[in-house]
T-cell receptor, first 112, second 113 residues
């Protein structure tokens, strides 16, 4: 049983396009996250979200927007893709509070 | 400022040898600390965590880590490395009142026969 699943695993698209990455968790967790891993493998938080609060890392461009249809899903929508958006994007989830986070396998986004 | 530092970018060890990966943190109070492993093309898997109490914590796959407040360190160890341990290892911290992880820059482990 996959705990945190992301689709697609690979996404290749052109500059200027709009794309979405889906994330689902079946762990019953209250909080979900999106992280970006750059070409040097550095991981940085983009968003954290539970049913009460969306916390946005101030360095994230407003072209990125998380959308949560329900507690088990947190999708990432990206408008007007740029070359610098090429990275691996990881979804994660945890119980509310300072709890260990469980990660999906990542989505490798490549912008042509 | 909150930060996590992994001084070693790349470490190579022989199979069967012992391993220690270094991690230092800089926080106002003792953070919650984690080690994750990332195999090629995979997501991050939690190896172990430290919240409080016993400063030597045991994790999965034979790994352990020791929290040392005086050195602001949380080093990961394994007595005998297996070829399947080759991966990228990330130390991470969760600060007081926060729910997002701060990651170190990772240490890539290569295991030679």
């Amino acid at each position: 049983d996959t705990a945190v699943s992301q689709t697609p695993k690979y996404l290749v698209t052109q500059m200027g396009n709009d794309k979405s990455i889906k994330c689902e968790q079946n762990l019953g967790h209250d909080t979900m996250y999106w992280y970006k891993q750059d070409s040097k493998k550095f991981l940085k938080i983009m968003f954290s979200y539970n049913n009460k609060e969306l916390i946005i890392n101030e360095t994230v461009p407003n072209r990125f927007s998380p959308k949560s249809p329900d507690k088990a899903h947190l999708n990432l929508h990206i408008n007007s893709l740029e070359l610098g958006d090429s990275a691996v994007y990881f979804c994660a989830s945890s119980q509310e509070g300072r709890q260990p986070q469980h990660f999906g396998d990542g989505t490798r986004l490549s912008i042509l | 400022a909150q930060s996590v530092t992994q001084p070693d970018i790349h470490i190579t060890v022989s199979e069967g040898a012992s391993l220690e990966l270094r991690c230092n943190y800089s926080y106002g109070a003792t953070p919650y600390l984690f080690w994750y492993v990332q195999s090629p093309g995979q997501g991050l898997q939690l190896l172990l965590k430290y919240f409080s109490g016993d400063t030597l914590v045991q994790g999965i796959k034979g790994f352990e880590a020791e929290f040392k407040r005086s050195q602001s360190s949380f080093n990961l160890r394994k007595p005998s490395v297996h070829w399947s341990d080759a991966a990228e290892y990330f130390c991470a911290a969760l600060g007081t009142g926060a729910n997002n992880l701060f990651f170190g820059t990772g240490t890539r482990l290569t295991v030679i026969p």
